[in-house]
């Protein structure tokens, strides 16, 4: 078992398929949540950690689990890559009219890793780039590794 710290590569596999993801960073601005990235590629068998030094993102998401992790197998450690570009996004309660059944938000907030909230609209053109805020289990990551989809509706969207 391993501690999750920064710079921390798991594998994580499903009958018989391999991804990897790394532990970049903890977010004040959603409980100091863990943030990962997954990289790109599912793999027939376990792959050399160096192979991923330089491997694309899927997506990245917060989660929450304790130390030491027992889902998912620690591989190694690598350098932390750019997380600047990491945008996130969450509906800005303060401003909703009704529960979340009620149907989409109109109103979100969007921040980059531990930074600043700044409050937009549901048309703005951010969102689509921003990933989910909240932070899931690792259950909802595997399933949006091997499916697709975390298996959550929030606000009236699927994710």
């Known amino acids: 078992m391993h501690s999750l710290r920064v710079g921390s590569v798991f594998e994580i596999s ?27 590629g599912r793999y027939s068998q376990p792959i050399e950690l160096t192979a991923l030094a330089n491997a694309e993102i899927d997506f990245y998401c917060h989660t929450y689990f304790a130390d030491p992790i027992k889902q998912w197998r620690h591989v190694g450690t690598l350098p932390v890559p750019d997380t600047t570009q990491l945008l996130f996004k969450d509906v800005n309660y303060e401003k909703e009219d009704g529960p979340p059944s009620e149907g989409p938000s109109k109103h979100w907030r969007i921040w980059h890793l531990d930074g600043e909230l700044k409050n937009v609209k549901a048309k703005d053109k951010q969102l689509n780039f921003a990933e989910l805020g909240g932070a899931l289990s690792p259950r909802a990551v595997e399933r949006r590794i091997f499916e697709g989809k975390y298996g959550i509706t929030y606000y009236g969207a699927t994710y």
């Open 14 to 40: 499903q009958n018989g398929i391999f991804a990897y993801g790394q532990v970049v960073g903890r977010d004040l601005e959603m409980l100091s949540s863990r943030v990962l990235i997954i990289f790109k």
